[in-house]
């Protein structure tokens, strides 16, 4: 297969990246979080290694965030500068109001980093690993609430879907490219 890590899309605003979204070179990464803000496994689990005690600490003084939402704290001893700790649905079938939940905690981490000043942010595939949501579904949902959101906020400029797999990275490059 290809190595399509360095793909972009919509003139450059939209990149895959492969692997660990802790190495990027992005000035904020989105945290696939829980409700209680609490230091999990998966890609959580790898940021809050990153990042130190500090993030747990923050995330405390936080005390939680309803899922569909976003909190931003420090990035402490990561690379970027931000984290932004989406809470996504997990998935119960898919009539449980998943997408919906989806959906708005892709707007609420952009919110977030628009109003932080944040040039270029990172998301991994939220709710696609632990919490079991499809990965296709969960990818078209991503791409189309970014792409809205996109088209109404000049920041962030840069928008990273970090992918940890070859396979995922596959599903993203099909949706991104409107071929699935
Ligand atoms: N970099 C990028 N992506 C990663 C990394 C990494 N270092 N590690 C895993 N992934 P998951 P969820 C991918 O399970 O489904 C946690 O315990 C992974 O392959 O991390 O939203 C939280 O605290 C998958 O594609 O998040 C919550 O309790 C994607 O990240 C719960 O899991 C998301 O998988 C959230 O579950």
Do not use: Q
């Not at 980093?113 to 040039?119: D, L, N, R, S, Y």
Request: charged letters at 20%; glycine letters at 12%; aromatic letters at 6%.
């Amino acid at each position: 297969m290809a190595d399509t890590s360095a793909d972009t899309f919509d003139a450059g605003r939209l990149e895959i990246a492969r692997g660990d979204i802790t190495r990027l070179d992005v000035s904020a990464i989105v945290n696939a979080a829980n409700e209680a803000l609490a230091p999990g496994g998966g890609v959580c689990g790898a940021i809050h290694r990153g990042a130190g005690p500090g993030l747990a600490a923050a995330c405390r003084e936080i005390g939680g965030c309803p899922t569909g939402e976003a909190r931003l704290t420090p990035g402490f001893g990561l690379r970027a500068e931000f984290v932004i700790h989406a809470v996504g649905p997990r998935w119960h079938g898919g009539t449980s109001g998943e997408e919906h939940l989806l959906a708005a905690c892709y707007t609420a981490a952009l919110e977030l980093a628009a109003g932080a000043g944040v040039a270029s942010v990172a998301f991994p595939a939220i709710s696609t690993g632990i919490y079991g949501y499809p990965l296709e579904a969960a990818t078209k949902t991503a791409v189309r609430t970014v792409r809205e959101f996109t088209r109404t906020h000049d920041e962030p400029t840069r928008i990273v879907f970090c992918c940890f797999s070859p396979a995922d990275t596959e599903v993203y490059r099909r949706v991104l490219a409107g071929e699935a």
